[in-house]
């Protein structure tokens, strides 16, 4: 195949698709908004699945490399009731099939994997215009442009190559995250990071929630999820990090001193994080030369599958270009027959197991 792939996007979805098309011998640019790798913190931790991600690194050859920055350990999970009573405790006996590793650290043997200049940084897509014979062409917001005739859209929820192909945007899904991190807990938050434990802790009633992770350095990394309006969080000053605190911390009073400590004994300023989807079941009618994949395809509310569909999604895209070089359309065709039914299935499955965890009150 001598068509080169343009993606949109440098996330795992995007990286891993260069990578399976880098050992297929297939050329392919990704331009990316972001100035370079360190332009931002890349989140925390994600568990890694041995039914999707892990596939992904492997058509990727990257388990190698995979291993060697997975926290031993951190497949721990414990759930506690508000009130702490430990519900489920769960050690990591190493059979969990879904180890923790940093994102960052994940994103960092992608980039690594592919040939110097694969990557464009600081090009910020801003529009698409098709053109004449199955050609597309990109402008960036520093004015430059490019065109191709095999277009990926691994640009996320707001994608910008998404109108080519669906009318649909995403909406709000009704709840709302807001992101804490206790440093060196072990130390300062000792009865915290007992209750967090060695890896994840989830306690959780009707519309509240807690998710914690243990990171490295005995870092808790925490998202508060509250089932409010947009307007309600919007009411809250997130720049006075005392008041904002305060606040939120107001919705989980009654629960124990150890969990309520995640929200007021932050060391970072508290940080919203709504939440989005797109329609369940989103697809479309296929459009030549352009496809989608990971959030700009099937946004979902976090359920653990996000980053390895995206992943899947991109190592299923290049082998099904690497078997069709010579018809781009029959494999778009095949790797969307197959990605829009598990872009479903996979996040629902995982829904249904957070549920699980919901104590009424």
Request: proline fraction near 6%.
């Amino acid at each position: 195949m001598t068509t080169s792939v343009t993606i949109i996007g440098a996330g795992l979805g995007g990286l891993t698709l260069a990578r399976v098309l880098h050992l297929h011998g297939i050329p392919a640019t990704i331009y990316e908004a972001e100035p370079s790798p360190m332009a931002r913190a890349q989140g925390g931790l994600l568990d890694i699945h041995d039914y999707n991600g892990q596939l992904a690194l492997e058509a990727a050859d990257l388990m190698n490399e995979f291993r060697g920055i997975i926290l031993e350990g951190h497949q721990a999970m414990r759930v506690l009731d508000p009130d702490g009573t430990v519900l489920l405790d769960k050690a990591d006996d190493g059979t969990g099939g879904r180890p923790e590793v940093h994102r960052a650290d994940l994103r960092q043997i992608l980039l690594d994997s592919l040939p110097a200049g694969t990557v464009r940084w600081a090009h910020k897509l801003s529009s698409v215009r098709p053109l004449e014979k199955g050609r597309y062409e990109l402008t960036f917001a520093d004015g430059s442009t490019a065109v191709t005739s095999l277009l990926v859209g691994a640009d996320g929820a707001w994608s910008r190559v998404r109108p080519l192909l669906s009318s649909a945007t995403p909406e709000y899904a009704g709840k709302s995250a807001v992101e804490t991190y206790l440093l060196d807990a072990d130390t300062n938050h000792p009865a915290t990071a007992k209750a967090v434990g060695g890896g994840s802790m989830i306690s959780a009633t009707r519309g509240k929630e807690l998710f914690a992770h243990r990171e490295k350095h005995a870092t808790l990394h925490t998202y508060a999820v509250l089932a409010k309006p947009l307007d309600w969080f919007a009411a809250i000053d997130f720049t006075d990090t005392t008041a904002a605190t305060a606040r939120i911390a107001r919705e989980f009073d009654g629960w124990a001193p150890e969990l309520t400590a995640l929200i007021t004994a932050s060391d970072t300023a508290p940080l919203l994080r709504p939440q989005y989807t797109l329609p369940i079941g989103h697809r479309w009618d296929r459009v030549p030369g352009v496809t989608l994949l990971g959030d700009a395809a099937h946004l979902a509310p976090p359920s653990g599958e996000g980053a390895n569909l995206a992943m899947l999604d991109g190592a299923d895209l290049g082998k099904a270009l690497a078997a069709h070089p010579d018809d781009v359309e029959t494999a778009l065709t095949e790797y969307e027959q197959a990605m829009f039914p598990r872009s479903v299935e996979m996040p629902l499955e995982a829904v249904e197991f957070f549920e699980s965890f919901h104590q009424p009150r």
